[in-house]
């Protein structure tokens, strides 16, 4: 049997890695400061390691593998189960509301938004509730449109350009979990 070859990070992936590394320490630092009990606490801290795990390979390839995010989806879903049926509620709708919203968006935009980012999306939905998704949709599309203006004004990139959008997901997803009273790390 043929073996795979491990996977060495490239130093142009130190970037990437590094920012990894400060989205889960900040994630931890917000669950400390925010002090949920330790089924929420895991349980939020275990989908946003998930959510830069997609982010980092988003951001090297421009993909958000399906053998990563429905998983994960499914996860999340059913862990919020363990919380309650109204916070089983409120994590599920979150995910049926960022999904649709994006999924207009994506269609909207004709390309300018993948169906992996929708998918991304709806993982980031359900880990900030329904109550959580505007300020994370917000968020996300701030600091975007605030990138890809910097890319464009020191010409990295041209309007033809793309970005990958997952990591300013996770973004949303974190700055909502920080400013915003939600079902999970209340």
Do not use: Q
């Not at 925010?34 to 929420?40: N, V």
């Not at 390691?49 to 429905?70: C, F, Q, S």
């Not at 649709?100 to 929708?118: C, E, H, Q, S, T």
């Not at 968020?139 to 300013?168: H, N, S, Y």
């Amino acid at each position: 049997m043929e073996e795979r070859p491990a996977i060495v990070p490239r130093r142009a992936d130190t970037p990437i890695l590094i920012g990894a590394a400060i989205f889960l320490v900040l994630a931890a630092a917000i669950a400390f400061s925010k002090g949920p009990d330790l089924i929420r606490g895991l349980l939020g801290l275990s989908e946003v390691a998930i959510l830069a795990v997609v982010a980092v390979g988003d951001a090297r390839t421009r993909r958000a593998p399906n053998r990563l995010v429905y998983p994960a989806i499914l996860f999340a879903g059913l862990a919020s189960l363990l919380l309650g049926g109204h916070d089983a509620v409120e994590a599920l709708l979150g995910g049926v509301a960022a999904f649709l919203l994006l999924l207009v968006i994506a269609l909207a935009g004709r390309g300018a938004m993948g169906l992996g980012d929708v998918k991304v999306g709806t993982l980031c939905g359900i880990v900030v509730g329904l109550h959580g998704v505007v300020a994370m949709l917000m968020w996300c599309f701030v600091a975007g449109a605030a990138v890809a203006a910097a890319l464009l004004i020191t010409r990295r990139r041209d309007r033809k350009g793309t970005v990958a959008f997952t990591p300013f997901l996770c973004l949303g997803t974190l700055a909502a979990m920080a400013l915003n009273p939600l079902y999970l790390w209340g």
